[in-house]
């Protein structure tokens, strides 16, 4: 019950805290990038994750290679959806880094897909540059929007080994401690 009540504490003030900062970052979007997240995304992050299944989904790296929800089917996983001009994302992905320093070892896998991004970007140049050891996955537009309806960035789900998703949250904090309690329990389901 504890377990529940931090999972829906995380995942609402998260969503709320973040309601301005979604909107500065919303508003540096071009309008045709807004636009078409709008009319794709229709829920939540809090009501897909009352979904509690993952949806399947699959994507190319920035090489070409297929990597799909398949490829992570029984291993507790972190979804970190981003785009390379998303400060917040910058801001958050060191602390996703270390969660997955940590307990990679102990099966956690930690995956970005790159969404919203202009021509030429190079999401997976960036995260090198950046000193991430997690892969990012490219042009995730529509599996971010259709499939987990995602309404900006960034947002993370933590998904256990069941495929169940257990938060959702838009939370840019690389060091809020709710962060690694919610992976300890990922690595005990």
């Given at each position: 019950?504890?377990?529940?009540?931090?999972?829906?504490?995380?995942?609402?003030?998260?969503?709320?805290?973040?309601?301005?900062?979604?909107?500065?970052?919303?508003?540096?979007?071009?309008?045709?990038?807004?636009?078409?997240?709008?009319?794709?995304?229709?829920?939540?992050?809090?009501?897909?994750?009352?979904?509690?299944?993952?949806?399947?989904?699959?994507?190319?790296?920035a090489?070409?290679?297929?990597?799909?929800?398949?490829?992570?089917?029984?291993?507790?996983?972190?979804?970190?959806?981003?785009?390379?001009?998303?400060?917040?994302?910058?801001?958050?992905?060191?602390?996703?880094?270390?969660?997955?320093?940590?307990?990679?070892?102990?099966?956690?896998?930690?995956?970005?897909?790159?969404?919203?991004?202009?021509?030429?970007?190079?999401p997976?140049?960036l995260?090198?540059?950046?000193?991430?050891?997690?892969?990012?996955?490219?042009?995730?537009?529509?599996?971010?929007?259709?499939?987990?309806?995602?309404?900006?960035?960034?947002?993370?789900?933590?998904?256990?080994?069941?495929?169940?998703?257990?938060?959702?949250?838009?939370?840019?904090?690389?060091?809020?401690?709710?962060?690694?309690?919610?992976?300890?329990?990922?690595?005990?389901?």
């Amino acid at each position: 019950m504890l377990f529940m009540s931090l999972v829906l504490l995380l995942t609402l003030s998260t969503l709320t805290a973040r309601a301005t900062e979604t909107a500065r970052v919303t508003e540096t979007a071009r309008p045709t990038e807004t636009a078409r997240a709008s009319k794709t995304a229709q829920k939540s992050p809090v009501q897909q994750a009352a979904l509690k299944m993952a949806p399947s989904w699959s994507l190319l790296d920035a090489e070409g290679n297929l990597v799909s929800s398949k490829d992570f089917a029984g291993k507790p996983l972190i979804i970190h959806f981003w785009a390379t001009w998303c400060p917040y994302c910058k801001k958050l992905q060191p602390g996703l880094d270390r969660l997955f320093e940590k307990y990679q070892d102990q099966g956690l896998q930690v995956i970005a897909i790159s969404l919203l991004e202009e021509e030429g970007a190079k999401p997976q140049e960036l995260l090198t540059a950046r000193g991430m050891s997690f892969k990012t996955l490219v042009d995730g537009d529509s599996v971010a929007m259709e499939k987990f309806f995602v309404r900006g960035t960034p947002t993370t789900f933590f998904i256990n080994a069941k495929g169940q998703v257990v938060v959702a949250t838009r939370l840019s904090d690389p060091n809020d401690p709710r962060l690694e309690q919610v992976v300890k329990s990922l690595m005990v389901n």
